[in-house]
């Protein structure tokens, strides 16, 4: 079983599929079996249900993988769109904000400082720890607060 499964799958990917179809069509002791002829167990030709077989089969088979690489493709570029809808929406929030460029990578060094693990977001944790580093100690209450104040999008995260 496991040498069918392999051999369909050499098939399928159009790795040597003429040879396994030469060996079918004409039968194993005449073709491809020379140096092993103990395996050649069935050697009775099959002519045109091979040619037939393995034509409908690399056809087939040939669309399907197409089709998984085109939806494997879609879906990485719905999800890059995703993502880019997602990075525009943060710069249109900043830019009404209307700070200035100092200001603007004064907080980014902020963010930085306080995103410890380079996630590109800043967690409760975080958030603590960085208080904390500045002589602040929030408590639990406080902490819930400033995080809901600035996630917008309920992440748990800012």
């Known amino acids: ?24 069509f004409y039968g194993c002791k005449h073709m491809g079996y020379d140096a092993m ?8 030709p099959s002519y045109w249900v091979a040619g037939i077989y393995f034509v409908l089969f690399v056809t087939i088979s040939s669309l399907v993988l197409l089709t998984l ?5 879609t879906a990485s570029m719905e999800e890059a769109r995703t993502n880019q809808s997602k990075v525009r929406a943060n710069d249109m929030r900043i830019k009404s904000l209307n700070l200035s460029d100092t200001a603007l990578r004064n907080f980014q060094a902020a ?7 380079d996630s590109g977001f800043i967690d409760q ?11 602040c100690n929030p408590s639990q209450e406080s902490l819930d607060n400033m995080m809901a104040t600035a996630d917008v999008d309920d992440s748990k995260s800012i």
């Open 125 to 135: 944790d975080e958030l603590r720890i960085g208080l904390q580093s500045v002589g």
């Open 1 to 24: 079983l496991h040498t069918s499964i392999l051999t369909l799958f050499r098939v399928s990917t159009l790795d040597g599929w003429s040879d396994i179809m030469y060996i079918n």
């Open 69 to 73: 690489f085109v939806s494997v493709v």
């Open 37 to 44: 002829p103990e395996q050649c167990t069935n050697s009775t």
């Open 111 to 117: 963010f930085n400082i306080l995103d410890l693990d």
